[in-house]
């Protein structure tokens, strides 16, 4: 008794192919001998190379969605949607602007990765602290001055 199946097929292809072959096509079946899928899947790797030869990457300027009024609400109602937001975010001034940074764009808008929108924030985030911490110091020395004045 064989307990391998794979064994069993290279054993029917290489004693009763024809036969099997006869009768998988009179049974609509498809042939599960070796050399019958290596070469099923030799000729599906063949069609997939040709279909490659036909496929061509487009420019970013090619794949621009004309604007359109219904366009942009659908966009803006999947984005809503997708992301999660709250309706009030399209309503947001933030929001409008960076819709109007966009839509002066002539050849699409590219979109900052996760590292990049990172350090950017970050790096906005360390200058309001310094322009913070500038404030904050004019303020400490007008008190020091403030309530020395008012000692006399």
């Not at 069609?47 to 969605?65: G, P």
Request: hydrophobic fraction near 40%; aromatic fraction near 8%; glycine fraction near 2%.
């Amino acid at each position: 008794i064989v307990n391998e199946t794979s064994t069993l097929r290279r054993h029917a292809e290489a004693k009763f192919a024809g036969k099997y072959r006869t009768w998988a096509k009179a049974n609509a079946f498809t042939s599960k001998l070796p050399g019958d899928i290596a070469a099923e899947k030799k000729k599906a790797a063949h069609a997939q190379q040709m279909i490659d030869a036909h496929l061509t990457e487009r420019k970013l300027s090619e794949r621009t969605i004309p604007y359109t009024h219904q366009n942009f609400r659908k966009a803006a109602i999947e984005w809503l949607v997708a992301t999660d937001q709250p309706i009030q975010a399209l309503e947001h001034p933030k929001f409008k602007e960076m819709i109007d940074v966009a839509s002066r764009a002539t050849q699409g808008v590219k979109i900052p990765g996760r590292k990049a929108t990172r350090a950017e924030i970050i790096r906005v985030f360390k200058n309001h602290l310094t322009k913070l911490k500038k404030k904050l110091n004019v303020c400490t020395i007008l008190h020091s001055i403030c309530s020395y004045l008012t000692r006399f």
